[in-house]
């Protein structure tokens, strides 16, 4: 009697699966955007080919944006995603965020009861799902205001500049030992960058040691290779039950993002055991107050590390292409890279910033 109905849950999940997935490819069908190149593994395979001919997965998304324009979709294996290169939209987006729920919000927990693939191992779990994209003026927007406005401020900020001036010189030497072993020949820099990066946010954002620093950029490399190894195979239910490959890709993710959480737990811990908590005044010491209960003063650490987890990547991948754009558009404009140089050697000391200057030029860049 009770193996029938299990039959039957399982072929209702799997009906209702298939369903849902046609309607979804059904909505976004308007959007301009590549033919997907099967129905289980949506764009995987030509995502796979750009990578290995490339080296990179820049390449692909560029390709992508030229031919289809600043909106379009792409099928991360069997789901429709739209990405957006329109700073208008994204203002939109931003400010209006309840306008643009997220497709769990709108379906409930029937949805989030049939859903199957990577998202049940693990995979999408990377942050807790505490999203740093939220609605504007509600708890959790003004839960991550308490941490971000007091963390990037200036005065907070100059604090760092000696070890931003020591890492800008190692980007500045790495650039130049790489020019000059490829004279002549295009080079994807964005792996050499993004170390760099990582390094400054364990460093001046969490108060790392050099030790932690190097895990941190050990196990997130790890990870970020075994994603992509997940997205290009497809991380559908039947690619996973079919490839092997793809599980072992999942199960790096997955250990990779304990360790990294496991490094998170002590980094935390040892700023409160030490006494330094709310001295050193970094993300940190903001993550561990916006997460502290005010009434009973208990640390929720899952939480905390959450976020911990969530300014960790996501400030590595903004700022390394942020960093990589300037660069490329600074090469393309060298008269606006004399006048950089110029206002940075005026104003930038290795030990402090002179305030009493105008910021006219490196404004206008961070602007752009």
């Not at 849902?20 to 949506?42: T, V």
Request: charged share 20%; aromatic share 10%.
């Amino acid at each position: 009697m009770l193996l029938p109905i299990i039959v039957s849950l399982i072929c209702v999940g799997i009906v209702y699966k298939v369903l849902d997935l046609f309607n979804k490819h059904r909505r976004y069908a308007h959007i301009p955007g590549p033919k997907r190149d099967s129905f289980f593994y949506g764009n995987g395979p030509s995502f796979r080919e750009s990578l290995e001919k490339h080296g990179c997965v820049g390449v692909y998304w560029l390709d992508m944006y030229k031919k289809y324009g600043q909106i379009y979709h792409y099928f991360l294996v069997t789901q429709p995603r739209v990405f957006i290169a329109d700073p208008l939209v994204i203002k939109e987006i931003v400010t209006e965020f309840k306008l643009f729920p997220r497709p769990e919000d709108l379906q409930g927990g029937y949805r989030k009861f049939f859903s199957f693939g990577i998202a049940k191992m693990g995979f999408t779990n990377f942050c807790g799902f505490n999203s740093l994209l939220t609605s504007k003026g509600g708890p959790i927007w003004k839960k991550k205001k308490k941490i971000m406005d007091p963390t990037f401020s200036l005065q907070a900020l100059s604090k760092h500049l000696p070890r931003f001036y020591n890492i800008a010189v190692g980007v500045a030497d790495c650039l130049e030992a790489i020019q000059q072993e490829n004279l002549g020949k295009p080079v994807d820099i964005k792996s050499y960058i993004s170390p760099f990066t990582i390094d400054a946010i364990s460093y001046a954002g969490f108060g790392a040691s050099d030790d932690e620093v190097s895990q941190l950029r050990t196990h997130n490399g790890n990870m970020g290779n075994a994603m992509v190894g997940v997205m290009s195979k497809g991380g559908n239910p039947i690619s996973i039950l079919l490839d092997s490959s793809i599980r072992k890709h999942i199960s790096a993710v997955q250990r990779d993002l304990k360790t990294l959480r496991g490094i998170g737990k002590e980094i935390i811990l040892d700023r409160i055991q030490n006494g330094q908590y709310g001295k050193v005044k970094d993300i940190l010491d903001t993550i561990i107050a916006a997460n502290t209960d005010d009434e009973t003063g208990a640390l929720q650490m899952e939480m905390a590390l959450d976020e911990f987890m969530a300014m960790y990547a996501a400030g590595n991948g903004t700022t390394s292409t942020t960093l990589l754009w300037a660069l490329s558009s600074l090469t393309r404009n060298p008269h606006v890279m004399e006048k950089l140089i110029e206002e940075v050697d005026h104003v930038w000391t290795p030990a402090e910033i002179n305030n009493s200057t105008d910021f006219s030029e490196i404004a206008r860049v961070l602007k752009e």
